[in-house]
């Protein structure tokens, strides 16, 4: 006679991932002529004569009626298994045979056991109170799990988790109170100790599978996350890295390419590595958005240092663009690789810098027409009430300041 | 006579990158991959400056900055990094590196500031003149042990402010109406206070790193 453990040997379908060993899963087998079919599966289980198991359900029923409950937990928890057939009971006669057996344990419940005046109230709570559940829709569920989260940990302007707390902290206070008024000493001194000692028990004996199981979890899900991440850097890689590479080996004859496409890859690898730098009505954003798109452009690279911070305006957004504008005049005419962007932030009025080492020009001698210097930035910038200074010689490089009041 | 240098870093292919560019410039007396080696090659070689990777495996530039700099105090250390995060930099200054400069620096640049640090010098990349700007900023101080570690005077904000809009020492000077020597004496109190500094952005920054 095989063991409890046997496993693969009769039959029983284990849905196991194959790799482990399959281990035999307990299923009630109904038939035609048993619609529940427990004392079948657990026989086939264990694997003694079904006899046996009636038998045994018949002995610890006739001993305080602790079989019948069994039967029935069985019945409710245990999965039929998956090749049994359908019991040839119609499904109303189950479903009424069921009901006769709720009310019956109900009524039961409700006369025997101590407190049973509350029994029936409670239940008939639970039950209408399942009921809007099942009936509501899916923003009222979400409403309501999310005010049922925080009581405790509620934030001062969560006023619902408070009233609960409120309300919660008032009831036990008014049960406490009923109990030291009411009740006989002695008989709940017994009653509590009954329940810390069962209490513990329950600690003692599922403690270890619950502590288990809550690391599990948390291994599980931070697996989970680990393994996104990495599909996340890897199709990042994929899309950007490996491209980059690619057009770098196609325009290896092209320095000033490779030095562009490496720069803009860098950015972004960057942006990857250490968060996001993109535009977030910031003024350091802005700018170093604004490098980096004529760095990308131009081909150059722009060394950018921002010192301080501040929310965009008008007037910094303009000292923006001019800042840019001038960043793509030394790109375009300076004839160099290389270009600092500095800001500062005072408590009074930011201040632009941008500074190129190349050839430099001669103020007085560029054309009143020309839009790019007077226009895009002089212009621009006196219109919010900044002011500008261009430092230029032909020959030892250029630098716009570009000062922006605070308002 | 030319300065002996230490290349230290965990990429062969960056170590003879450097070594290729910086050509005769230098004296290149070895070269070290692990701050290991680099511990062993600067006691048996004894260069006068190292140029040293801020990440490294088994505790980057930092692990070697604290084994060699109490004991081998007249051995100057130039911090080289990819990163333009200002623990990395500040944490490697704290430490005693002489200055810092960005793996991207040319040939050129790299070797003055080699010469520079080896001189006595400091050097600052316009990046951690940007740092020190941001850290000595006007902001309310903490009541601290000795204040005058824990601002900038006028004029040395002067200098890293012209450092940080890409200025060299020779263009300070003349922008300055002082001497390039007074430049350079300027930017090593800046950085002794930066080493020094209790400031609390400075303290708050190795703290949230886990650097103190």
């Known amino acids: 006679m095989p063991g409890p453990c046997a496993y693969g040997d009769h039959g029983v379908v284990s849905t196991a991932v194959p790799t482990t060993r399959t281990t035999a899963r307990l299923f009630r087998r109904p038939g035609s002529w048993r619609p529940a079919g427990v004392a079948a599966g657990i026989a086939e289980h264990i694997g003694v004569r079904v006899l046996l198991v009636r038998l045994g359900f018949i002995a610890l029923a006739a001993a305080g009626g602790l079989g019948v409950a069994l039967y029935g937990a069985y019945w409710i928890v245990l999965p039929p298994a998956p090749d049994a057939p359908r019991s040839r009971v119609p499904l109303w006669l189950e479903y009424l045979l069921a009901g006769l057996a709720a009310v019956a344990a109900v009524g039961g419940v409700t006369y025997t056991m101590p407190l049973s005046g509350v029994f029936a109230p409670t239940l008939l709570a639970c039950l209408g109170g399942a009921l809007i559940w099942r009936q509501a829709t899916e923003p009222e569920r979400d409403r309501w799990r999310r005010i049922s989260r925080t009581s405790l940990s509620a934030d001062h302007d969560d006023r619902m988790g408070r009233i609960r707390l409120a309300a919660g902290a008032a009831l036990v206070v008014a049960g406490g109170a009923i109990v030291l008024a009411r009740a006989n000493f002695s008989a709940i001194r017994d009653g509590l100790l009954a329940v810390v000692v069962t209490v513990v028990g329950m600690a003692l004996l599922t403690g270890p599978w619950w502590m288990r199981m809550m690391t599990q979890l948390g291994a599980e899900r931070g697996e989970r996350i680990r393994s996104q991440e990495r599909a996340d850097i890897a199709a990042h890689l994929h899309d950007s890295v490996l491209q980059t590479l690619a057009l770098i080996q196609r325009n290896s004859g092209s320095p000033r390419e490779v030095t562009r496409l490496a720069r803009g890859q860098e950015r972004e690898l960057r942006t990857l590595l250490y968060g996001s730098r993109t535009a977030s009505g910031q003024l350091a954003d802005e700018l170093r958005v604004a490098a980096a798109e004529v760095e990308d452009a131009y081909a150059i690279s722009v060394e950018t240092v921002v010192v301080g911070d501040v929310a965009l305006t008008d007037g910094l957004a303009a000292a923006a663009a001019a800042a840019r504008e001038a960043l793509v005049n030394a790109a375009k005419h300076a004839g160099v690789t290389v270009v600092s962007l500095y800001a500062e932030v005072e408590p009074d009025a930011v201040s632009i810098f941008i500074k190129d080492r190349g050839v430099g020009f001669d103020l007085d001698a560029v054309a009143p027409d020309r839009q790019g210097v007077r226009g895009s930035i002089i212009g621009r910038i006196e219109r919010h009430g900044g002011d500008v200074k261009v430092r230029s010689q032909p020959g030892s490089g250029t630098e716009v300041e570009i000062r922006m009041p605070l308002q | ?212």
């Open chain 2, 1 to 212: 006579m030319t300065t002996r240098v230490l290349l230290v870093d965990d990429h062969a292919m960056f170590r003879s990158g450097v070594r290729a560019e910086l050509g005769d410039r230098v004296d290149v007396v070895g070269e070290a991959g692990t701050p290991a080696e680099a511990i062993a090659a600067i006691r048996s070689s004894q260069p006068e400056v190292v140029l040293l990777d801020v990440h490294m495996p088994d505790g980057g530039g930092l692990a070697v900055l604290e084994a060699i700099a109490p004991e081998l105090p007249d051995i100057r250390f130039l911090a080289l990094s990819v990163s333009d995060a200002a623990e990395d930099v500040i944490a490697l200054i704290r430490a005693g590196a002489r200055g810092y400069v960005t793996k991207t620096i040319s040939a050129d640049d790299l070797a003055e500031a080699i010469t520079r640090v080896a001189g006595g010098d400091v050097v600052f990349s316009p990046l951690l003149a940007g740092f020190v700007l941001d850290a000595f900023r006007d902001s309310p101080v903490a009541p601290s042990v000795d204040p005058n570690f824990d601002q900038l005077t006028p004029r040395e904000r002067e200098v890293m402010r012209l450092l940080a809009r890409g200025y060299a020492y020779k263009e300070i000077a003349a922008e300055l109406f002082i001497s390039i020597k007074t430049v350079e004496t300027h930017a090593s109190n800046v950085l002794r206070k930066l080493q020094l500094s209790s400031r609390h952005q400075l303290t708050r920054w190795a703290a949230d790193r886990r650097m103190l």
